[in-house]
């Protein structure tokens, strides 16, 4: 399966946007780029995906690479709630085996 | 109208003993799944179930036995319990296994093996 890289963790002011990168240079053609985000003591929580255009929703913007070797998960303007691990996952055909990296801890300060 | 409940929320237990987790989606999906997140944060893969058959099983120890009574239901159940056990069991679920269905997660079980 294709791996994904993350930052450790980032920090944001609040109402600030924030950019969450991820890289995925072994990306298959029929892969999606999934966004999931866990808060602290509950399940994960589906943000975002997208295959080739960049993608909106009321959670979040994906923005994807031409080449699609990289994405950035953009949080418009950060909330403290918006604090959580946040996951860039590939997830193919293949039964929704998601394989979970260590995720970028996103900090927001007030 | 929670989409995806799991229970308990909190379990348990000593070592040896046998426990179940029960989990259920309202999502007319027909996909579930187990991960497990152990102590060091890191969500894998155990199971995955579509339309009551199984479809992954992620070299899981024989101990763990899923069952599916239907498409909405998914449990797991756990003979002779051991300390390593321990962790935070998530039950997902989603339309299918294709690469552009999200999975939609419960809150987890939280499986103490003392």
């Known amino acids: 399966d294709a791996k994904t890289t993350q930052p450790n963790s980032m920090e944001s002011n609040e109402e600030e946007p924030v950019h969450l990168p991820c890289n995925h240079s072994?990306?298959?053609?029929?892969?999606?780029i999934h966004w999931y985000r866990q808060l602290p003591s509950q399940g994960p929580e589906y943000v975002i995906h997208?295959?080739?255009s960049n993608v909106n929703n009321r959670m979040a913007s994906l923005a994807i690479a031409e080449d699609r070797k990289s994405s950035t998960l953009i949080l418009h303007r950060a909330t403290l709630r918006d604090a959580a691990v946040y996951y860039c996952i590939l997830k193919g055909d293949s039964w929704g085996k998601l394989q979970f990296g260590a995720g970028t801890q996103v900090v927001v300060t007030p | 109208d929670t989409a995806v409940s799991q229970t308990p929320k909190y379990l348990v237990t000593q070592m040896g003993n046998d426990k179940s987790i029960k989990c259920e989606q309202n999502l007319g999906h027909d996909t579930m799944y187990w991960y497990k997140q152990d102590s060091k944060k890191f969500l894998k893969i155990m199971f995955s179930y579509n339309n009551k058959e199984l479809i992954i099983n992620e070299t899981v120890p024989n101990r763990f036995s899923p069952k599916s009574p239907d498409k909405a239901h998914l449990n797991l159940h756990i003979n002779s319990l051991e300390l390593g056990d321990s962790a935070v069991y998530f039950c997902?679920?989603?339309?299918?296994?294709?690469?552009?269905?999200?999975?939609?997660f419960g809150n987890g079980t939280r499986l103490t093996v003392t």
């Open positions: 997902a679920s989603s339309q299918a296994g294709y690469g552009n269905s999200p999975l939609h």
């Open positions: 997208g295959l080739t």
């Open positions: 072994t990306i298959s053609g029929t892969d999606y």
